[in-house]
């Protein structure tokens, strides 16, 4: 099982081999595929984003953030962005971060997570966030444009803590 610990100024180049690749691909994130390293870095590390990375013996498994989904009125609901490095994904990483994000956002007291543009056609994501009792809240019909698959919906997920 990976530990999990905030991200270091050190992370750069590991935070960047696994983001390039997923962002790359264009399908389950709403970048641009052509995003440069330094780009991907400042979406990731953005202000406001709790970034950790999941490891095991030294070697970065996965990443996530953790941030408020709002402001004023909305900062009770916590938002999260996933990524597990291509050669660790089906070995459990995207569940020991999410339920390491669940534990992070009621210690910091948040009330609820919502993911607001979950790919519908990424269903390995969806399969785990409904297994860990996510809704889906809403359907965004068409407004994701997948590389291969062309317009595909976008879902709203959303747990109460």
Known sequence: MPTLR?????????????????FRAGDTYAIP??????????????????????EEDG???????????????????????FVTAPGARGKGVARAMLEHSLRRARARG????????????NTRAVAIWQHYDFRVVGRL???FHHPELGYVDALVMYKTL
């Open 141 to 143: 019909p068409g407004a």
């Open 6 to 22: 905030t991200a270091t100024p050190d992370d750069h180049d590991n935070l960047w081999s696994m983001l390039e690749p997923v």
């Open 59 to 81: 070697t970065a498994l996965g990443t996530y953030f953790l941030c408020a989904n709002g402001k004023g009125g909305g900062d009770h609901v916590a938002n999260c962005g």
């Open 110 to 121: 948040f009330r609820a997570m919502q993911f607001n543009f979950v790919v519908s056609t």
């Open 33 to 54: 595929r052509d995003i440069d390293r330094d780009a991907a870095l400042a979406y990731w590390l953005e202000p406001g984003h709790e970034v950790l990375i999941a």
